[in-house]
């Protein structure tokens, strides 16, 4: 299913903080100017921050200011990684919260961890769950506003499993920040203030409604100090009490009466379902491109199986000599349709599917499937292939769509250790509930296919009972030729971020472009359909000279928040998405 931003989202994407920004502490000031809005474009113009000891890149300015700290007081990618996560489940809480789930990397100078915090069904869910009366597959805001869409929070027992492991402060510190910004509030952003309007379902959840609107039903107005003293409790809970109060204690049941108490579209969530979820560590999917390897999460997200199979089509190309333009357009949009032709058959929760992960991203597999792209033709379509190692047979599982509800954090310390972690509700303010804990809840099971079954068979990202649905989700990291860290990347975007991530890939690595120019490339690519340019940019101009080589060419919205940091011999450098309001700053 997809899902596109009409143009009213571009007018409010690219707007930010400007001058809202409070500073957090009393340390250094950050190093990048309060970002300003082109008015042509809706985008926000941005320099690339520099640091020569530590950086965080996020999709908000409190939200960076906030790991900022944490690692000014000499705390590390992870403890930074916790702060900011907090502070965005405050000012940005259409993308991502506690009450959501992430993929984290954790890259300590000599080896890489990848941990699974996504979301699950309930025990009670069914293949049927997203099926009408009529037995045909639900309208899509049918299923997301309510409970029924709600998946098992992972995002808060990730944090805390991963402080345990690599934190150096204490919880309650790197809890802190966020605890002050829902105590003292903060100033809505314009961005915040335009979701807002535009959202037709949220006014409809009365403790919602009272957090972000006025009497009128009309939004608090850009520069309301908007405090949260529910969620400020919850916090105060959690640094107590650690994560154990939100999936067994107090903040359980609250989530569980939210979930099944809706009026209208009531789920089936329980404290049993809570207590019972678990993080998993995954094996990461790393692969070689040139002299550089890119690292990522393994299913169910399908987001680096998917990035390296791109990547591998590209590397027998001379990507840095075509520079940007229809010629690179064609080579990613071809990649993309055969690596979206597998991701659609062979990816899923591998709990549930044997996915062939080694087959997928296999050498001589990949060379077979770059074999097929032609330099002067597209290809329309590409068919799923045959890679080796499989253990059963897959089922067709069509693309997702768009997600509005996701963010992406990027952290180096001073001592090289890293975090890429890409972190969601799903859809833009997720279910359109809030507990009266003060956070936000997804809509992450609508990531599961609606349909249990296509041409009579079972699908392999189908809902079922403790499963967790497909996800492209891509955080990245990639190592230099010496095994050392070089750079640490990721986006929102749903079913997109996987030709955001590997474009701003190619800007990296092929074109040396830094960061902040990378991630401003215009989008572009093919989800295994039409070839997708951004619309509003310069690649509309590639529209004709793509049609000559037969593409079926789309301008449309394509608005990431892709946030990256470079490892140089000078220091840090970094670039956070001008289709947002959030930056890169070190200390």
């Known amino acids: 299913m997809t899902r596109l931003v009409s143009s009213p989202w571009r007018r409010v994407l690219g707007v930010g903080l400007l001058a809202l920004v409070p500073v957090l502490t009393s340390g250094a000031q950050a190093q990048t100017a309060a970002p300003a809005p082109e008015a042509s474009t809706g985008r926000i113009a941005k320099q690339a921050g520099t640091s020569t000891r530590d950086m965080v890149a996020a999709a908000n300015p409190l939200a960076a200011q906030a790991g900022r700290e944490i690692l000014a007081a000499g705390g590390s990618a992870v403890d930074a990684a916790v702060a900011v996560q907090l502070v965005l489940n405050l000012v940005e809480p259409q993308s991502s919260g506690i009450g959501g789930g992430a993929f984290l990397l954790h890259?300590?100078?000599?080896?890489?961890?990848?941990?699974?915090?996504?979301?699950?069904?309930?025990a009670a869910a069914t293949p049927e769950r997203f099926l009408g009366p009529d037995g045909k597959p639900m309208k899509f805001y049918d299923a997301v506003v309510g409970g029924r869409s709600v998946g098992i929070p992972g995002t808060l027992r990730l944090l805390e499993t991963a402080h345990r492991r690599w934190g150096k402060l204490p919880w309650s510190q790197v809890i802190a920040p966020a605890l002050r910004v829902a105590e003292e509030g903060f100033p809505i952003s314009p961005r915040l203030n335009g979701l807002l309007g535009m959202e037709k379902f949220l006014p409809s959840d009365p403790i919602a409604r009272a957090h972000f609107y006025r009497e009128d039903g009309t939004p608090k107005p850009v520069g309301t100090v908007l405090k949260n003293p529910a969620f400020a409790k919850t916090l105060r809970d959690i640094a107590e009490k650690g994560a154990d109060v939100f999936y067994t204690g107090e903040i359980a049941a609250d989530i569980v009466a939210t979930v099944t108490r809706h009026a209208t579209n009531p789920g089936d969530m329980t404290l049993d379902d809570l207590k019972a979820y678990r993080i998993e560590e995954r094996a990461p999917v790393c692969g070689?491109?040139?002299?550089?390897?890119?690292?990522?999460m393994g299913p169910p997200s399908s987001g680096a199986v998917a990035v390296q199979q791109m990547m591998s089509v590209l590397?027998?190309?001379?990507?840095?000599?075509?520079k940007p333009g229809p010629d690179a357009v064609h080579w990613v949009a071809e990649a993309g349709r055969l690596a979206f032709a597998d991701r659609a058959l062979f990816l899923g929760d591998p709990a549930f599917v044997s996915v062939p992960v080694r087959g997928l991203v296999d050498p001589g597999y990949l060379k077979s499937r770059a074999a097929l792209v032609s330099p002067d033709r597209s290809m329309g379509r590409a068919k799923a292939g045959d890679p080796p190692f499989q253990k059963t047979e897959f089922r067709f599982a069509p693309s997702d769509g768009i997600e509005f509800g996701t963010s992406?954090?990027?952290?180096?310390?001073?001592?090289?250790?890293?975090?890429?972690?890409?972190?969601?509700?799903?859809?833009?303010?997720?279910?359109?509930?809030?507990?009266?804990?003060?956070?936000?809840l997804n809509n992450e099971l609508t990531d599961f296919n609606f349909a249990p079954t296509e041409e009579g068979k079972p699908v392999a990202n189908r809902v079922e009972a403790g499963k967790r649905p497909r996800s492209s989700m891509a955080p990245t990291i990639v190592l230099d030729a010496n095994n050392n860290l070089y750079a640490v990347l990721g986006s929102p975007g749903g079913s997109q971020?996987?030709?955001y991530v590997a474009k701003t890939l190619v800007g990296l690595l092929d074109w040396k472009l830094d960061p902040q120019a990378a991630v401003d490339l215009p989008n572009f690519g093919s989800r295994n359909g039409p070839t997708e340019i951004e619309a509003g940019t310069e690649a509309e101009a590639w529209k004709a000279a793509l049609e000559a080589k037969g593409h079926e060419v789309r301008a449309i919205e394509m608005n990431s928040g892709i946030q990256a940091i470079v490892v140089g011999p000078n220091g840090l450098t970094g670039g956070a998405d001008s289709r947002r309001e959030g930056v890169a700053i070190g200390n």
């Open 107 to 122: 890259w300590d100078k000599t080896s890489l961890v990848t941990l699974d915090g996504r979301e699950t069904a309930p």
């Open 288 to 296: 070689s491109y040139r002299t550089y390897r890119i690292c990522g």
């Open 315 to 322: 590397e027998t190309q001379d990507m840095a000599a075509m």
């Open 408 to 440: 992406h954090i990027s952290v180096v310390d001073r001592e090289g250790n890293a975090v890429s972690m890409t972190t969601t509700i799903e859809d833009g303010f997720g279910a359109r509930i809030m507990t009266r804990s003060g956070f936000l």
């Open 497 to 499: 971020i996987i030709t």
